[in-house]
Structure formats: structure tokens, C-alpha cells
């Protein structure tokens, strides 16, 4: 009986060693201790966490890439995600978050592809967007964002593909989106756009995918689709 005792105690005091990280040299998240600068990946996507996303990921500032998709994840993206400079690549979707996209999301200025899809997200793209210079894939579908389309979303043009379906964003399609002379697929069906369809489309001569379905456009039967003829599949009305 005295063994298994003893046993008992080393496996207990082994677990709360685990989850004592060094301070200033180590951050624990999901009871996991991360090297602050030797942590160039992280990679928990399907791992059944819960909870909201510990602002300490915010330290580990030589991350490239984050993977936190398909969890259960809820609250805010914390602000401090903005610290990490040299991210590359942010999957958060199919999770619980919820509140606006922190505006310090413009601060990741070498990020390639920005996944926010399927989550609770409400509020605008914030404006500084525009500084994601390098971004190729921006997916925010099934959220709760609104308000419009903001014009510096023109700015980003390295876009390869640009998903802002299943929201609530009203208003006109910015004409700037004629400036994403790289884009080779735009989703904005499921949303509550009105006005024009602005003519700038024509300028996408490396566009394959345009879905626009399910909106309140005026002008949808003067589109001349054959001015895009790099089109594959194309949805414009519901």
C-alpha cells in the first residue's frame, strides 16, 4: 500500500511539474509549455479545446504559422495576436469565437492566408486590412460580420481568393475590388449588398470563380459576363 502511495505522488507531482513552464523563457497554453523562441509552429488544430485563446500566444513572437481550427474555442481574438510579426499563416476557423476582428490583425503584415470562416464573428473588417500586403486567401464566411465592404480591401492586391459569404455586409461592392487584378475566386453570395455591381469586375482577367447570389443587386441583368471570359463558374442571381 505504501508503494502504490508513493507511486500516486510521483505520478501527481510529475503532472503539476509539467504544467510549470519557466517563466520568461516558456508560456503555457492548453497546459502545454511553448519555448518563446524556439516555437516556430503551432499546431492543435481537432484537439477538442475549449475556452477562449490565452493571450500569452501573443509571446511567441517567431510563430510562422497557427493552427487552431476545428476546436471549440469561444470569447475574442485576443489583440495580442498582432505581436507576432513573422506569421505567415492564422487557421481559426470552425471554432466558437465570437467579437470583431481586432483591429492589430494589420499588424501581420507578411500574413499569406487569414482563415476567420465559421465562426460567431460580428463587427466590420476592420480598416486596416489594407495592410496585409502579401495576403493570397482571406476566407471570413459564415460569421456575423456587417456593415460594408470597406474600400481598402482593393488594396490587397495579391489576393488569390477573397470569401465573404454567409454574413450580413450591406452597402455596394467597393470599386476598388477591381484592383485584385490577381483574384481567381470572389464569394459575397448570402449577404445583403445592394446598389450596382460595379463595372471595375471586368479588370479581373484572372478570375475563375464569381458567386454573387442571394444579395439585392439592381444591375445584375446588364453584367456582360463575356467581358470576364477567364470565368469557369459563375452565380450571379439567385
Not at 511539474?17 to 518563446?36: A, F, K, M, P, T
Not at 507576432?84 to 500574413?111: M, R, T, V, W
Not at 489594407?130 to 495576403?135: C, D, G, I, T
Request: with cysteine; proline share 3%; charged share 20%.
Amino acid at each position: 500500500m505504501r508503494y502504490i502511495f508513493h507511486i500516486s505522488l510521483l505520478f501527481l507531482f510529475s503532472i503539476l511539474y509539467s504544467s510549470r513552464c519557466i517563466e520568461n523563457i516558456e508560456v503555457n497554453l492548453w497546459g502545454q509549455c511553448y519555448s518563446i523562441n524556439e516555437t516556430f509552429k503551432l499546431n492543435v488544430s481537432g484537439s477538442g479545446l475549449t475556452g477562449s485563446i490565452p493571450v500569452e500566444i501573443g509571446q511567441l513572437t517567431n510563430l510562422y504559422s497557427i493552427d487552431l481550427s476545428n476546436n471549440r474555442l469561444s470569447g475574442e481574438i485576443p489583440a495580442e495576436i498582432g505581436n507576432l510579426h513573422k506569421l505567415d499563416f492564422l487557421y481559426l476557423q470552425d471554432n466558437e469565437l465570437s467579437g470583431e476582428i481586432p483591429a492589430e490583425i494589420g499588424n501581420l503584415k507578411d500574413l499569406d492566408r487569414l482563415f476567420l470562416s465559421s465562426n460567431q464573428l460580428s463587427g466590420n473588417i476592420p480598416k486596416s486590412i489594407k495592410n496585409l500586403q502579401n495576403l493570397k486567401y482571406l476566407y471570413l464566411f459564415k460569421n456575423n460580420l456587417s456593415g460594408t465592404i470597406p474600400s481598402e480591401i482593393g488594396e490587397l492586391i495579391n489576393l488569390f481568393k477573397l470569401d465573404l459569404s454567409s454574413n450580413f455586409f450591406s452597402g455596394e461592392i467597393p470599386l476598388t475590388i477591381g484592383n485584385l487584378v490577381n483574384l481567381n475566386s470572389l464569394r459575397l453570395f448570402d449577404n445583403n449588398l445592394d446598389g450596382d455591381i460595379p463595372l471595375t469586375l471586368y479588370n479581373l482577367n484572372k478570375i475563375e470563380f464569381l458567386f454573387l447570389h442571394n444579395n439585392n443587386f439592381k444591375n445584375i441583368n446588364t453584367i456582360d459576363l463575356e467581358k470576364i471570359p477567364s470565368l469557369i463558374k459563375v452565380k450571379i442571381t439567385d
